[in-house]
């Protein structure tokens, strides 16, 4: 049978309360009681005590950050060789001051 889709809700804690819940572990506080102290939940505290770093869960991106970049300043590049109607019209005056 077809499962509803479950809602993702926003996190219900800030960084503070995180911080304070994996210093509280460095100071020999266990897991649990620190994740219900400060209210962050349980599997959080476990993967930011496993790497400090929290990698985003989920696939990696497919471009590295050059690649990003040169993607976002592509449009940006492409507006400043645009014609407008002051590129044409000096244009056309360059031409005809070259033609006499």
Request: aromatic share 8%; hydrophobic share 40%.
């Amino acid at each position: 049978m077809f499962q509803p889709f479950k809602t993702k809700l926003p996190r219900q804690y800030d960084e503070k309360a995180l911080k304070d819940t994996l210093s509280a572990i460095e100071n020999r506080m266990g897991l649990r009681e620190t994740a219900r102290l400060f209210k962050v939940p349980c599997m959080t505290v476990a993967r930011y005590v496993k790497d400090a770093k929290a990698k985003k869960i989920g696939r990696g991106t497919k471009l590295n950050a050059a690649e990003e970049r040169l993607l976002v300043d592509l449009p940006k590049k492409k507006k400043v060789r645009e014609w407008t109607t002051e590129a044409a019209e000096s244009w056309i005056k360059l031409l005809s001051e070259l033609e006499e």
